[in-house]
């Protein structure tokens, strides 16, 4: 499908997905998540060094907006992308700001 045949919703929830991975610890959370991982707040915290509290806070708006997706593993909860593919485009943007 071409970009410029996207129905006003599909472009819609391309854009509200957008604005949630635009901030660097969700960019980081997205980064750490690709290839299929699963990882729970407490992992993810801890790799990013940043608060629990805080993960939290990123991986619901992440989850809300349709680019994370969590399962229940026994009192773990673990998330990952909902469409794989968000993890390739993110490397292509990494690339597209190198200098």
Same mark, same amino acid.
């Given at each position: 499908?071409?970009?410029?045949?996207?129905?006003?919703?599909?472009?819609?929830?391309?854009?509200?997905?957008?604005?949630?991975?635009?901030?660097?610890?969700?960019?980081?959370?997205? @980064?750490?998540?690709?290839? #299929? !991982?699963?990882?729970?707040?407490?992992?993810? *915290?801890?790799? =990013? /060094?940043?608060?629990?509290?805080?993960?939290?806070?990123?991986?619901?708006?992440?989850?809300?907006?349709?680019?994370? @997706?969590?399962?229940?593993? #026994? !009192?773990?909860?673990?998330?990952?992308?909902? *469409?794989?593919? =968000? /993890?390739?485009?993110?490397?292509?943007?990494?690339?597209?700001?190198?200098?």
């Amino acid at each position: 499908m071409e970009f410029n045949e996207l129905n006003p919703e599909v472009l819609q929830k391309a854009s509200e997905m957008l604005k949630a991975m635009a901030h660097p610890a969700r960019i980081s959370i997205v @980064s750490l998540l690709e290839d #299929g !991982k699963k990882q729970t707040v407490t992992e993810i *915290h801890k790799k =990013l /060094g940043i608060g629990q509290a805080v993960a939290s806070h990123h991986l619901v708006i992440l989850r809300d907006r349709g680019v994370l @997706s969590s399962s229940r593993e #026994g !009192k773990n909860i673990y998330y990952y992308l909902r *469409h794989p593919n =968000l /993890g390739n485009m993110l490397k292509t943007l990494g690339e597209c700001c190198k200098d």
